[in-house]
C-alpha cells in the first residue's frame, strides 16, 4: 500500500491560509493591509483575557464538565468585544466559533461574523473564516457567494481568499469553473510568484487524482501537479538566491511546514529519488531532521528505492529508541516491518504500543496476528485472554487461526461458530462467508474429530458456491478420506481436474478417491503424473502417505515404504499418525529420529 501521509483536508487549506496571511499582516507583506486599530495595553490585557478565559471554558467543556448557558454567554461576549478591538485576529475569530459551537448557539454566528466586518469592511481573515464556517456548516451556496462577493469588490486579491474559492470549487466538483477562475488569478503577477499559492495548488489539483468524477487523465493530472511543484522550486530558489549562486531549497529546507507539505506531495507522487535528496541535503534544517516526520520518510524511501540492507539496518537500530517516539511514528515503524516481513522488529513495535494502550482491542488485535504470522500460538492467545469476548468479528477471526495453529480445534470451531454469526448479523460481513471461511470450518471441524459437523459445512458451501473448483475437490477429498459417498466424491474431483489437469492437490485428490474405490490401477497411472514434481509439492507428508499407500496396494511394498520413511519426517498430526500406521503394519524398520 501506498503510504500517504498528513494529507491536507479542506478545513487545514484554509486554515493554513489564514494562518500564513496573520503571519503577513505581522511583518507588514499582507496583500491586503491590516485594518486593525493600534492596540492600548489595557485592550491587549482584555483580548488576553478573553482568550485565557474562552480556552478554559472548552477545556472544561471537552473533559465532561458541565457549564452554565450564563458562563457560555458571558464569554461570547468578551470575545466578541475582543474582536471589535481586533477584529482580524484569526485566533480570536476561531476560538469564538469554538465557544459558538460548544454551547450549541452556532446560529449567532452569522451575526458575529458580520459585526466583525462592519468594524473591518474588507477583511480578507474575517472572509475566509466566515467562509470556513458555512462550508463545514454545509451551506456551500452560500460559502461561494460570499467569497464571490469579496472577490468582485477587492483588488489585488488576497492569497488566503483565491486558496479559500478555488478549494471550494475543487471541492464541489466544479472543476472547470476552478480551472477559469485559477487562470485568471495567476494572471496576477503577484500571485504567480507567491510559493505558497503554488503549493495549494499542488495540494488541491492532487485529489482530483482521488476523485472519479475527474473527466481528464490521472498522467496529465499529475503533469498539472509536477508542474506547480516546479514553480514551489523555482520560486523557493530566487528566495535563496545571493549574488554568488541560487541556492535549490531555500525556504523549504528551512520551514517545517513548507517541507511537511511539499514532501508529502512528493510521497504521492511517487517522487522518490528527489525525496531522498531533500531528506539528505546537509542545509536541512537540525529541528526537521530530528522530527519523526522526517524519520518515517527516510524509511518509506529506502523502502521504495530497494535499498533492503540499508533499510532493515536502520530499522534494526530504530528498534532502540521506540519507546521514545510518538504512537504514530511506532505505527509507521510497524507498518514497514511488517511488510519487510521483519517480524520480531513488528513485534516489538506493536508491543510498545500494547504496554502504552493495554485496553485498546484493536492494538491487541494486531499484536496477536504478528504472533500468529510468526507461528507464535501461545503468545498471541495469551495477549487476547481478558477480551476474547469482546472482540470484533475481525478478533475472532485472528482467534480461531491462533487455537488452530495451537491445535486446538475443537476451540477453532467455536470460534468459527461465533464468527459466522457475527458476519450474518452484517450485510457487509456476509461477503466475508465465502468458500474459503465454509472450507477452513469444515477442516476444523474435521481435525477436532466433528465429522458430522464438517459434512454439514461442506454441503451448505456447495449449495451456495457449486461452481467453485477448490471447493469440489476439498468436498471430494474429505469425502474420500473418510469413505463417504465415493461416486459422489469421485464427480466432485474429477470437475475439479477437468478445469485443471495440472494442479498437483486435485491430481492426488482424484488418485486417493480411485484408491478407496480399490481402482488401484487407475490411482497408478494417476500418481505417475505427480510423481516428477512429488518432493517440491509435498509440505506436509500428505502426498508421500497416499502415493505409498497406492504402490503398497499395487504390490510394490518396498517402494512404498520408502516413500513413507521419506514422508515421516515432515508430517504431522493425523497424516504422521497415519504413516506410522502403516509402517507398523508392513512391519517396516522405522527411522531414528532426533
Known sequence: MQEKVLVHS?????????????????????????????????????????????????????NGREVSSARWQECAEELRKAIQVQPDSAELMNCLVEIRQASGTEDKL?????????????????????????????????????????????????????????????????????????????????????????????????????????????????????????????????KGQTQETALEYSQILKDSTLFYRYTNLLVNLEEW?????????????????????????????LQQLGKTEQLHAILEDSAKYLPEQEDEVVEFFVSICEKENLLHLAIAGQMQLYLRHPENIAIRIDLAKFYLLDK???????????????????????????????????????????????????????????????????????????????????????QQFPDSIELCNSYGYILADHNRELTFACTLIEKAVAAQPDNVAYLDSLAWVYYRQQRYQEALQVIQKILPVYQENDHDGTLGEHIGAIFHACGYAQLARNFWQEALPRSEGTVREHILKFLDETNATLPTEK
Not at 209 to 228: E, F, G, I, N
Not at 275 to 288: A, E, F, K, M, V
Not at 413 to 430: F, I, N, V, Y
Open 376 to 462: 507464535k500460538p501461545r503468545h498471541g492467545l495469551a495477549i487476547l485472554q481478558g477480551v476474547a469476548n469482546n472482540l470484533p468479528p475481525t478478533g475472532v477471526n485472528i482467534l480461531s487461526f491462533l487455537h488452530a495453529q495451537n491445535r486446538q480445534y475443537g476451540q477453532a470451531c467455536q470460534d468459527m461458530a461465533r464468527l459466522e454469526s457475527l458476519l450474518k448479523g452484517h450485510p457487509e460481513g456476509r461477503k466475508a462467508l465465502d468458500v474459503d471461511f465454509y472450507l477452513r470450518y469444515a477442516i476444523y471441524a474435521e481435525e477436532a474429530g466433528q465429522i458430522d459437523l464438517a459434512f454439514d459445512k461442506l454441503k451448505w458451501a456447495y
Open 10 to 62: 479542506l478545513f487545514l487549506v484554509f486554515l493554513s491560509s489564514v494562518l500564513l496571511f496573520s503571519q503577513e499582516l505581522q511583518e507588514g507583506t499582507a496583500l491586503y493591509p491590516s485594518a486593525c486599530l493600534s492596540v492600548s495595553l489595557e485592550q491587549e490585557m482584555q483580548m488576553m483575557q478573553a482568550f485565557t478565559k474562552a480556552k478554559f471554558l472548552l477545556s472544561e467543556h471537552e
Open 110 to 238: 452569522p451575526e458575529d461574523f458580520r459585526s466583525a466586518l462592519e468594524k473591518s469592511p474588507g477583511s480578507a481573515l474575517l472572509t475566509v473564516l466566515n467562509a470556513e464556517f458555512l462550508h463545514q456548516a454545509g451551506k456551500i451556496d452560500d460559502c461561494v457567494q460570499l467569497l464571490e462577493q469579496y472577490l468582485s469588490q477587492n483588488h489585488p486579491w488576497p492569497l488566503p481568499v483565491v486558496v479559500a474559492y478555488f478549494t471550494v470549487l475543487n471541492g464541489e466538483g466544479k472543476y472547470s469553473e476552478a480551472d477559469k477562475f485559477l487562470a485568471k488569478a495567476l494572471d496576477d503577477d503577484q500571485l504567480n510568484e507567491d510559493l505558497n499559492l503554488h503549493l495549494c495548488l499542488a495540494e488541491e489539483l492532487w485529489k482530483r487524482c482521488q476523485a472519479t468524477s475527474y473527466p481528464d487523465s490521472a498522467t496529465r493530472l499529475k503533469a498539472r501537479v509536477l508542474m506547480h511543484l516546479e514553480a514551489v522550486k523555482d520560486l523557493d530558489k530566487k
Open 273 to 301: 529519488s528527489e525525496l531522498q535528496g531533500l531528506l539528505d541535503n546537509p542545509r536541512l534544517d537540525r529541528d526537521i531532521r530530528q522530527s519523526f516526520h522526517w524519520q518515517m520518510l527516510s524509511w518509506l524511501v
